[in-house]
């Protein structure tokens, strides 16, 4: 099995600093979310990963070994970008064969399967794919490749509900008859929250969370109610966020508290409301 090692890795471009002094680690047999806004550099950690590109400063190790300009290390990674990498005029099935010919453990029949279960056809065309379908057969391949680590950024894309509900099942089905590491970058996290069991926050290009799912929505709770009952209450505790609407409130906090007003209720923290309000400045 395999895992990264990401050690105090910057990258700039120009001067921008995309990335700066990152550490952490994606351990073997985990479902992670890696997640964070837009330019928050989720895209710029998985392409320096994936050997897209080289860090400024750092490194990257996949089982001890450096991961730059290493093929052994990195053909134990498989990534599924948003592009189509694919020539458009290649239909699914030569693309298939093709893929097998870079990642010796493809398993054929499970992909043909997959193609069966997901309607994809596959004597279809790429470049006939609707974004969806295209979609669909980028994640077919991926789950198919059979290497120690894979990686989706935005998978989902153009996914109807239920495709998208297909796919989680599917990867949770895979994961438990082959457990590997698998990373997912995504901003449907409602979608994802109970699929993964680690989660990676990024913020401005610097980790602000790296924790088991669990842990991190134990971090805190929600407390909601009348708003002047509710700032009251909050007046002394972390607060991570308000919302409001109308004459209610509802506060983010970090703790586990036990002396709530009976005009007040305690909720837990979602993944995706706690994301929000660790993100929002």
């Known amino acids: 099995m395999s895992k990264i090692e990401i050690n105090n890795i910057?990258?700039?471009f120009s001067d921008v600093?995309?990335?700066?002094?990152?550490?952490?680690?994606?351990?073997?047999?985990?479902?992670?979310g890696l997640l964070g806004r837009n330019g928050a550099g989720k895209t710029t950690l998985l392409n320096l990963i994936t050997g897209k590109m080289f860090p400024t400063n750092g490194e990257i190790l996949v089982d001890g070994?450096?991961?730059?300009?290493?093929?052994?290390?990195?053909?134990k990674m498989y990534c599924m970008t948003e592009l189509n990498l694919y020539p458009e005029k290649m239909r699914v099935?030569?693309?298939?064969?093709?893929?097998?010919?870079?990642?010796?453990?493809?398993?054929?029949?499970?992909?043909?399967?997959?193609?069966?279960?997901?309607?994809?056809?596959?004597?279809?065309?790429?470049?006939n794919l609707s974004t969806g379908y295209t979609s669909i057969f980028k994640i077919i391949i991926a789950l198919s490749c059979g290497s120690e680590i894979v990686i989706f950024d935005e998978p989902v894309l153009g996914l109807d509900a239920n495709h998208r509900e297909m796919f989680y099942k599917e990867l949770i089905q895979n994961y438990?008859?082959?457990?590997?590491?698998?990373?997912?970058?995504?901003?449907?996290?409602?979608?994802?929250?109970?699929?993964?069991?680690?989660?990676?926050?990024?913020?401005?290009?610097?980790?602000?969370?790296?924790?088991?799912?669990?842990?991190?929505?134990?971090?805190?709770c929600t407390v909601s109610g009348p708003a002047g009952a509710v700032d009251q209450y909050i007046a002394d505790k972390k607060v991570?966020?308000?919302?409001?609407?109308?004459?209610?409130?509802?506060?983010?906090?970090?703790?586990?508290?036990?002396?709530?007003?009976?005009?007040?209720?305690?909720?837990?923290?979602?993944?995706?409301?706690?994301?929000?309000q660790l993100t929002n400045s």
């Not at 600093?17 to 992670?32: D, S």
């Not at 699929?195 to 134990?218: A, F, H, P, W, Y």
């Open 65 to 75: 070994e450096q991961a730059i300009e290493n093929d052994r290390a990195l053909s």
């Open 240 to 276: 991570l966020g308000v919302s409001t609407l109308g004459g209610l409130k509802s506060a983010y906090l970090l703790g586990q508290f036990h002396d709530i007003p009976n005009n007040l209720e305690m909720g837990k923290l979602d993944l995706q409301k706690l994301f929000i």
């Open 17 to 32: 600093t995309a990335l700066k002094n990152v550490n952490v680690n994606f351990e073997e047999n985990h479902i992670y």
């Open 93 to 127: 099935k030569e693309a298939f064969h093709w893929s097998a010919g870079f990642y010796p453990q493809f398993d054929m029949e499970y992909a043909n399967a997959l193609c069966s279960q997901f309607g994809l056809k596959t004597n279809q065309k790429i470049k």
């Open 176 to 220: 438990s008859s082959h457990p590997r590491t698998f990373i997912l970058s995504t901003h449907l996290i409602e979608e994802v929250a109970t699929i993964i069991d680690r989660v990676v926050i990024i913020k401005n290009g610097e980790v602000i969370m790296d924790d088991e799912v669990q842990n991190v929505l134990n971090l805190g």
């Open 10 to 12: 910057t990258k700039t």
